[in-house]
């Protein structure tokens, strides 16, 4: 067949748009000629909605669920839609799994940790205390089998999970006490979810849940002693520095969070492969946006605590770290002698974190302790 010239393929275009027919009839590509799919229907329009965790147009976070819906619909050149929400907005952000489940949204966008309570493996997915660093877990989902196992996980809760985003290391956060040793973790009130909870809890103090909005009337009113939230950048934006005396480094407890976006599993099969691959390619370049936005904004966001307040930024001290080291290893114990699942994940992950620590060890490890500025 004679290759269609730009002008040909104007015309077969103008026609086709005004008699309303596929305007790919005439130029239609190897593959989906070969594929048998009708042109017409690659032409469907798809209007899906995203529910979120993050409060609207939360830095980051949600910047990267509308970044995600321009740069698809963009991609598909309007076949696919998306309208983002904030948590609330459609569904109570810690309702956004089960909505998408349900198809009451298409796409979710969250921290794969929220979902313990449903899925305890699915912690492993987001962030492990003392577990793998951002460029870690990259290698581990995309490259070592995390991704399988985290597919095969959601498969059962009609999901399709992508990663798409890191905070990378976290702040361990701000303190209205100096920790000198792990005793003062005793009677502690300390606002920090998950298995880095779990940590503060065996260690005597009291994890405490508040929602993001309460975080800060309840430090300043001595509700709680201490909370850990992201970063430089997003705590800053909280107010912290105004109100606690302490900045302690490094997050332990969340040293590489994933971010994630999930699609509705039989939404997600019924779309044409193209349509599916332009989801996926927004969510990987989002995983690589996210962690470059949050490093470049912390690093700007830790000048300005330093220039601003008289904030003191501390290390743990050594005897804490390998104290909560000690109980986050409990607690891990404890997970996976309850769930086969989490078992089965956590041997993955810690197989691939034991060996990928030998190469970091000799790469990553010295040049930033030897060879960096
Ligand atoms: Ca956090």
Request: aromatic share 12%; hydrophobic share 40%.
């Amino acid at each position: 067949m004679k290759p269609l010239n730009r002008r040909d393929f104007l015309k077969k275009a103008a026609v086709s748009v005004l008699g309303g027919t596929s305007i790919l009839a005439g130029c239609q590509s190897k593959e989906t000629a070969e594929g048998g799919a009708p042109a017409v229907h690659t032409r469907k329009k798809y209007q899906w909605r995203m529910v979120t965790t993050w409060p609207p147009r939360f830095p980051v976070l949600g910047e990267s669920a509308e970044l995600i819906a321009k740069w698809v619909e963009e991609m598909s050149e309007g076949r696919l839609t998306i309208q983002v929400y904030g948590g609330g907005e459609l569904v109570p952000p810690l309702e956004a799994f089960d909505a998408v489940q349900q198809g009451v949204a298409e796409m979710g966008h969250a921290a794969s940790y929220y979902w313990a309570g449903k899925a305890p493996a699915s912690q492993f997915f987001a962030a492990v205390p003392f577990g793998m660093n951002a460029q870690q877990m990259n290698a581990w989902i995309l490259s070592g089998g995390g991704w399988d196992l985290w597919r095969e996980l959601y498969a059962d809760f009609n999901l399709v999970p992508f990663p798409c985003g890191n905070t990378g290391v976290q702040m361990g956060g701000w303190f209205n006490r100096k920790i000198n040793s792990v005793d003062d973790i005793k009677g502690l009130k300390m606002r920090i979810p998950g298995l880095g909870g779990k940590v503060i809890k065996k260690a005597g103090g009291s994890a405490i849940l508040s929602a993001g909005g309460e975080i800060y009337t309840n430090l300043e009113r001595g509700v709680i002693d201490a909370t850990e939230w992201i970063g430089p950048y997003h705590d800053y934006l909280m107010g912290f520095p105004k109100i606690a005396k302490y900045y302690y480094y490094p997050g332990w407890h969340e040293p590489g969070t994933v971010l994630e976006m999930f699609v509705n599993k039989s939404s997600y099969e019924q779309l044409p492969k193209d349509l599916q691959e332009i989801i996926t390619t927004a969510a990987i370049r989002s995983n690589s946006w996210m962690l470059a936005e949050f490093d470049a904004k912390n690093t700007l966001y830790l000048q300005k605590i330093k220039s601003e307040f008289s904030t003191q930024i501390l290390r743990f001290p050594d005897s804490v770290l390998k104290a909560f080291r000690q109980y986050a290893k409990e607690v891990l114990e404890e997970i996976t002698a309850e769930d086969p699942t989490s078992k089965k994940v956590y041997e993955s992950f810690a197989k691939f974190h034991k060996e990928i620590s030998t190469w970091s060890a000799i790469t990553e490890q010295v040049y930033y302790q030897d060879i960096a500025g």
